[in-house]
C-alpha cells in the first residue's frame, strides 16, 4: 500500500470514529469537523496534492479512492446531522412532558369599555326608532366643521369651539355636527325623511377639569323632512333621556345659541349626586348640560340644497361621557381616559 493510500485510509477511519463522538450536546463539533476534513483547506485536499508525485498509472487509481472517500464520509456526515437532530428532538420532548395535574390558568375576559356600552345603548335605542347610523371622520375640513354649519371664517362663534389645526384648512373636528351636511348632501329625499345619528370622537382647547377633556365623545342627531317641528325635538329627546335615567329624573330646556341651528336649546338633567340641590359636580346649579339642540338653520339645509321652505329639520348633539356620568354617578370625566383597571372594571 502507497503511502498516500495508507493516509487516505487512516483518514477515513479517524473521520468516522471522530464522527462516532459527537452527539446532540457538541452538534458545534460537526461542522467543524466537516470542514477540516472534506473543505476547500481541508485533509482530503491537501491529500490530493501527493496526487502529482505519483506514477501515471497510480494517479487514476488513487484519484479513484480519493472520490470514494470523499463520497463514504460525506454520506457519514450527513447520518450524522440527522442522528444528532433526532436526538436533540427527543431531548426536548423528555423534557417537556406535561404535568396534567397543574391547575390551568384562568382566562381573563374582555369587556368593552364604559363609553361603548353606553354609545351602543344609545345606538338601540335609536335604532329602534328607524334611525340609521352613520360614520363621520375625525379629522375632519374647516368646511365641514364650521362654514358648513353657519360659521364662516372669522365668525365671532367660532371662538366657542377652538380645536387643534392640521393644516389651516384640515383640523381635528370639534365636534360631531359636520356629519349633518355630509349626510343631508347624500340623502335621496324622494324616498322619504332623514332620521340620522353619528357617534364618534370630537377635540377642542379645553382646559381639563371634573367635567370637561380636550377630547371627548358625542353622538350627534338629525331629523329633516316634511312638517319637523320643535315638538318632534322635544319629544325625542324626552323619549331618550328617560330611557337612559330612569322617568323620575328632571330635564330642562334653556334657550341657547348654536350658529346652525334656530332656536337653539341646551338641554340639562337634574344632578345625579345632589339630586338638583346643588353640589361640586354641578357647579352648585343642580343641572348638568348634556347636550344643545334646535330645528337646523334654513341656511344649512340651503346649502345641502335643500328648500327649507318645504322641509325643516332639528338637529341634536349630546356629549357621551356626560351621560356616561350621570348613569353610573361617575364625578370626574378623567376616569375615562386614564386606563386605571379599578376604574374600567366597575363596569363589567
Ligand atoms: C355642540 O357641540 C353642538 N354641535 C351640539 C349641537 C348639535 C347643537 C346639533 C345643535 C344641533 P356643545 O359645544 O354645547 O354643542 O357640546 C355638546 C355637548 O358636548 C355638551 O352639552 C356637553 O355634554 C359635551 N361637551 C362639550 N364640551 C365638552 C368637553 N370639553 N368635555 C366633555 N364634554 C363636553
Known amino acids: 500500500m502507497s503511502t498516500i493510500e495508507q493516509q487516505l485510509a487512516e483518514l477515513k477511519q479517524s473521520t468516522l470514529d ?3 463522538k459527537i452527539r446532540h450536546e457538541n452538534a458545534k463539533d460537526l461542522q467543524d469537523l466537516r470542514v477540516a476534513v472534506l473543505g476547500k483547506k481541508g485533509s482530503l485536499t491537501d491529500l490530493l496534492k501527493g496526487l502529482k508525485d505519483l506514477s501515471n498509472e497510480m494517479k487514476p487509481i488513487i484519484g479513484k479512492q480519493v472520490n ?17 437532530e433526532a436526538e436533540k428532538i427527543r431531548a426536548q420532548l423528555a423534557q417537556e412532558s406535561i404535568d396534567v395535574t397543574l391547575p390551568g390558568r384562568p382566562v381573563r375576559q374582555g369587556y368593552r369599555h364604559v363609553l361603548t356600552q353606553t354609545s351602543e345603548e344609545i345606538e338601540d335605542i335609536f335604532l329602534g326608532m328607524g334611525f340609521q347610523i352613520v360614520d363621520g371622520f375625525e379629522v375632519e375640513k374647516d368646511y365641514y366643521n364650521f362654514e358648513r354649519m353657519n360659521l364662516p371664517k372669522d365668525h365671532p362663534a367660532r371662538d366657542m369651539q377652538d380645536t387643534f389645526y392640521i393644516t389651516e384648512e384640515i383640523l381635528m373636528r370639534t365636534h360631531t355636527s359636520p356629519v349633518q351636511a355630509r349626510t343631508m348632501d347624500q340623502h335621496d329625499f324622494s324616498k322619504g325623511a332623514l332620521k340620522m345619528i353619528s357617534p364618534g370622537r370630537v377635540f377642542r382647547r379645553d ?14 342627531g338629525l331629523v ?12 325625542t329627546l324626552e323619549m331618550i ?12 330646556l334653556r334657550p341657547s345659541y348654536f350658529p346652525f341651528t334656530e332656536p337653539s336649546v341646551e338641554v340639562d338633567v337634574s344632578c345625579f349626586k345632589c339630586g338638583g340641590e346643588g353640589c361640586n359636580v354641578c ?3 343642580g343641572w348638568i348640560e348634556i347636550l344643545g339642540a334646535g330645528m337646523v338653520h334654513p ?9 327649507p321652505t318645504e322641509y325643516s329639520g332639528f338637529a341634536f348633539g349630546l356629549g357621551q361621557e356626560r351621560i356616561a356620568m350621570l348613569r353610573y354617578g361617575i364625578n370626574d370625566i378623567r376616569g375615562f381616559y386614564q386606563g386605571d383597571m379599578r376604574f374600567s372594571e366597575q363596569f363589567k
Do not use: C, P, W, Y
Open 18 to 20: 471522530e464522527l462516532q
Open 68 to 84: 470514494e472517500v470523499r463520497d463514504v464520509l460525506t454520506k457519514a456526515f450527513e447520518e450524522r446531522v440527522a442522528l444528532v
Open 207 to 220: 382646559t381639563d377639569d371634573a367635567t370637561h377633556s380636550h377630547q371627548f365623545h358625542q353622538i350627534e
Open 224 to 235: 329633516v323632512g316634511k312638517n319637523v317641528s320643535m315638538s318632534d325635538l322635544k319629544g
Open 241 to 252: 333621556i328617560k330611557k337612559m335615567f330612569g322617568a323620575d329624573r328632571q330635564i330642562r
Open 283 to 285: 357647579k352648585k346649579t
Open 299 to 307: 341656511h344649512v339645509l340651503e346649502m345641502s340644497g335643500i328648500d
